[in-house]
């Protein structure tokens, strides 16, 4: 799961000290297995964790605008001195450096332009006004062919490219976080009693792992679909519908597992619930592509998958850190509609909790510096200003 940092709520009652003891050594032991079990496929998990970057709006949103705050701090570093002066009369050198630079910042606007893409067919799909007011922002700004046109003006000047890939960065972040509810309110029902299996949490990231493979599968069927034989098209896409029904058949065997646990079915109500429905959806995509289809349809299907097993929620920043049932979570402050499969991205992948994004200033730095409490205060009042509402 992805973890944002919300805006906070009203204090709740502390929950009453447990003091049977037994309880206690009980429910320590309970903790230290599980802890034992993960330690066990941790390896594998971190490495899967580490690759998810690719996978939900979120995650590919947040990790583009890394990538482009990254552009802006090698353009700082390398040409900090040279502000104003055209990239002709450098060094042979440094000229390459533009070049290398320039050529993320294309790669960039290809995959941002890949982003708008999926995205706009998934709303196709599940007319969600969240989706809708990123999109029509991202039109509105025309995202993919500004970022495209910091190419050229790389080799014009180096200091306004710098302000804009920030611009970008914050902007590319915004609209990430704009993608996830409040979800604030309770949902009785909604979150499991126990905790799940390492390894059952290991079969899901791996089918994950190969949901996320078989969308870019997709996409390059689809980019080679007109120069390709009809009968070579429709072979391809018929393996790709099979690997789809035997994605589906490990998310039933995952189910089955829960179902056959002790009072699984009670425990893992939740998990079960969803991973019925991941089926579901797995079933109609295979069915797209069988037609034979790789288009939009078949990716917005696909997307939806990835999207229901690795899903975002916000914290409360004044609960707890450490307590509740997902790792990493905030005990009693944290919202419970998330089930517990948000044990998937909790606490492994480093970019998967950015609560407190801290965005380097790489130009402007120059000048007389405020004393330390001056700038402490600026930095509150901007903060708030930023944030709205009298927090």
């Known amino acids: ?22 309880d206690v ?37 947040k990790a583009a ?22 990239v002709q009369i450098l060094p ?63 080799y014009q000047t180096t200091g306004l490219p710098i ?42 990231m791996k089918i994950l792992e190969a949901e996320i493979q078989l969308r870019d599968e997709t996409r390059v ?18 393996k790709l519908a099979d690997t789809q029904a035997e994605l589906k058949q490990r998310v039933d065997d995952v189910g089955k597992r829960l ?17 019925m429905k991941v089926g579901q959806v797995m079933n109609e995509a295979a069915g797209i592509l069988r037609r034979p289809d790789t288009g939009p349809q078949a990716i917005a299907a696909e997307t939806e998958i990835i999207e229901l097993l690795l899903q975002a929620k916000r914290c ?3 609960g707890g850190g450490g307590g509740g049932s997902s790792p990493g979570g905030g005990g009693a402050e944290d919202p419970p509609e998330q089930p517990a499969l948000a044990l998937l991205g909790s606490g492994t992948n480093e970019n998967a909790r950015p609560d407190d994004r801290q965005v380097q200033q790489t130009m402007g730095e120059t000048g007389r510096t405020l004393p330390e409490e001056f700038r402490e205060g600026l930095d509150e009042y901007f903060n708030r200003l930023e944030g709205g509402g009298d927090r």
């Open 1 to 22: 799961v992805t973890t944002l940092a919300g805006a906070g709520g009203g204090k709740k009652d502390d929950a009453p000290p447990k003091t049977a003891s037994e």
């Open 259 to 275: 179902s056959e646990l002790p009072d699984g079915a009670q425990d893992f109500g939740p998990e079960i619930a969803l991973l």
């Open 316 to 318: 409360n920043p004044n």
């Open 92 to 154: 042979a050198g440094e000229r390459t450096q533009y070049d290398e630079l320039a050529a993320s910042q294309r790669e960039l606007s290809q995959t941002v332009g890949t982003i708008r893409d999926d995205m706009a067919a998934y709303f196709d799909r599940r007319r969600e006004a969240k989706f809708q007011r990123v999109l029509d922002e991202m039109k509105r700004e025309q995202i993919v062919d500004r970022l495209a046109a910091l190419s050229p003006e790389m």
């Open 221 to 238: 069927a689809e980019q080679s679909r007109p120069e390709a034989e009809a009968a070579d098209y429709e072979q391809q896409a018929g």
């Open 25 to 61: 050594e009980e429910a320590i032991r309970q903790q230290e297995d599980l802890l034992a079990e993960f330690e066990k496929v941790s390896d594998e998990l971190n490495r899967i964790l580490a690759n998810l970057e690719g996978s939900t709006f979120l995650k590919r949103l």
């Open 163 to 204: 302000a804009e890939c920030e611009y970008w960065a914050d902007t590319l972040d915004r609209w990430a976080e704009d993608l996830v509810d409040a979800g604030a309110g309770k949902c009785p029902g909604c979150k499991s009693r126990g905790s799940l299996p390492p390894s059952v949490v290991l079969e899901v």
């Open 65 to 86: 605008s890394r990538k482009e705050l990254q552009v802006a701090g090698d353009l700082s570093e390398h040409f900090s001195g040279k502000f104003g002066l055209p």
